[in-house]
């Protein structure tokens, strides 16, 4: 079946600009994770949903993110006025319910390059 | 606060060799213990995963890795590695028993693969 994809895989934007990062779960998949990473870094944790709820948004890096889903697929991760350092590659994982999840599925990544 | 060291940033092994990737962590209690996988171009691939009882742990592709408690230590080993064993190996931890956490990466082992 299909994996975790993300979309776009490569994203080029002018500083102070707003990017949408979008992710889609594998079907069925009730938890979602956002992470990122930085070149020569390991994974940050950002956010995770469980259905359509988000109870713990203190990963995010500052304001100027934020995270949505709609019902238990798709899922936007949105940074509003984007600074230089906000340039990682950005990744979504799911997993079949909160019980499993530490069995995570990585997608690919979107590269976010913000000059 | 948890974290996971990785002391080796590259790897280098020549094909048919023995490998260990080393990993450390820092936490209060035994934490949940993965190896991650990332080839280039991929998402991240759970190699094996850890959580109690036995301390040495078979996962896929041929890969183990022991939990030795004294040590705070999971490190990855393989027999004999492949040419397509060349990627990107994170071990990483999460908080037993559960916590709204995500998983905490270490900063990764770029391993390369000599023929």
């Known amino acids: 079946g299909a994996g975790v994809s993300q979309s776009p895989s490569n994203k080029v934007t002018e500083k102070g600009k707003d990017v949408e990062l979008r992710c889609d779960p594998i079907?069925?998949?009730?938890?979602l994770y956002w992470y990122r990473q930085r070149l020569g870094q390991g994974l940050e944790f950002l956010i995770y949903f469980q259905g359509n709820s988000a109870p713990d948004k203190s990963g995010l890096p500052s304001d100027r993110f934020s995270a949505e889903r709609t019902g238990e697929s798709v899922s936007t991760l949105t940074i509003q006025r984007t600074q230089q350092e906000d340039s990682a590659v950005y990744l979504c994982?799911?997993?079949?319910?909160?019980?499993?999840?530490?069995?995570?599925?990585f997608g690919p990544g979107t590269r976010l390059t913000v000059t | 606060a948890q974290s996971v060291t990785q002391p080796d940033i590259h790897i280098t092994v020549s094909e048919g060799a023995s490998l260990e990737l080393r990993c450390n962590y820092s936490?209060?209690?035994?934490?949940?213990l993965f190896w991650y996988v990332q080839s280039p171009g991929q998402g991240l691939q759970l190699l094996l995963k850890y959580f109690s009882g036995d301390t040495l742990v078979q996962g896929i592709k041929g890969f183990e890795a022991e939990f030795k408690r004294s040590q705070s230590s999971f490190n990855l080993r393989k027999p004999s590695v492949h040419w397509s064993d060349a990627a990107e190996y994170f071990c990483a931890v999460g908080p037993p028993g559960g916590g709204a956490d995500g998983l905490t990466f270490g900063k990764g082992t770029h391993l390369i693969i000599q023929p």
């Open positions: 079907s069925g998949h009730t938890a």
């Open positions: 994982a799911s997993s079949s319910s909160w019980t499993y999840r530490y069995e995570q599925y």
């Open positions: 936490y209060g209690a035994t934490p949940y």
